[in-house]
């Protein structure tokens, strides 16, 4: 158990809607990451928050936005959504805010578009 | 540019031989690499890591190796069980330019032959 918390574990939706996906971070983390994952991507960096504010910016689409609240957990929002936004998402965290020290992973939430 | 790709997408290995992953990176500013494993369903999770001033590692049954000459990490597992079967990321992040975020590889999928 990585002590990162994801919620929901499974969302199924339509074309054109949205939906907010949850992540409590590690105890005592500062950092969250959100991450992409779909078969032909692999892996990708969307945004960090660390400490409430965000840090950095990937791969991430106008359509989606992210925010961290001041209990530290934080929520990706993803609208109008396309079929192509089927994927894995997943939340990471860290203690500080560098890429130089281990990210913990959520279970991630699978997204399913239809 | 940022470049992080694994040699082999896929690896077979009898149980209890030892599995040796590989993985090429291109930026000569990484200073920090880290190995995940992503069993069906679930997130990453850290296995182990290793800094640039350093050229091995071990943990429990495993050991990275780094290369900085050739710009090559590589992951070993010593006598590789069933559990042991997964993909397998290779990431690298630190003080280069890109110090916010960690930039994965396509994974290895390491199946484990009882």
């Known amino acids: 158990d990585s002590g990162v918390t994801q919620t929901p574990k499974h969302l199924i939706t339509a074309t054109g809607q949205r939906v907010t996906l949850r992540c409590s971070p590690r105890s005592g983390d500062l950092s969250v990451y959100w991450y992409q994952q779909s078969l032909d991507q692999g892996l990708q960096f969307l945004i960090q928050y660390y400490n409430g504010e965000e840090r950095a910016k990937g791969n991430i689409l106008e359509r989606f936005s992210a925010q961290q609240f001041p209990d530290l957990h934080s929520e990706l929002n993803l609208s109008s959504l396309e079929l192509g936004d089927s994927a894995l998402y997943f939340c990471a965290s860290s203690v500080g805010p560098n890429s130089n020290q281990p990210q913990h992973f959520g279970d991630g939430t699978r997204l399913s578009i239809l | 540019g940022e470049n992080v790709g694994l040699h082999l997408p896929t690896l077979s290995v009898q149980e209890g031989d030892n599995s040796i992953i590989n993985c090429a990176y291109s930026n000569s500013a990484s200073d920090y690499f880290i190995w995940y494993k992503q069993e069906s369903g679930k997130g990453p999770q850290f296995i182990i890591d290793i800094r640039s001033n350093m050229d091995k590692r071990q943990g429990q049954r495993v050991t990275v190796l780094l290369n900085k000459t050739v710009k090559h990490l590589s992951l070993q597992i010593a006598a590789t069980q069933p559990g042991d079967s997964a993909v397998y990321f290779c990431?690298?992040?630190?003080?280069?330019?890109?110090?916010?975020?960690?930039?994965f590889g396509k994974g290895t999928l390491l199946t484990v032959n009882p």
């Open positions: 990431a690298e992040g630190g003080s280069g330019g890109s110090n916010y975020k960690l930039t």
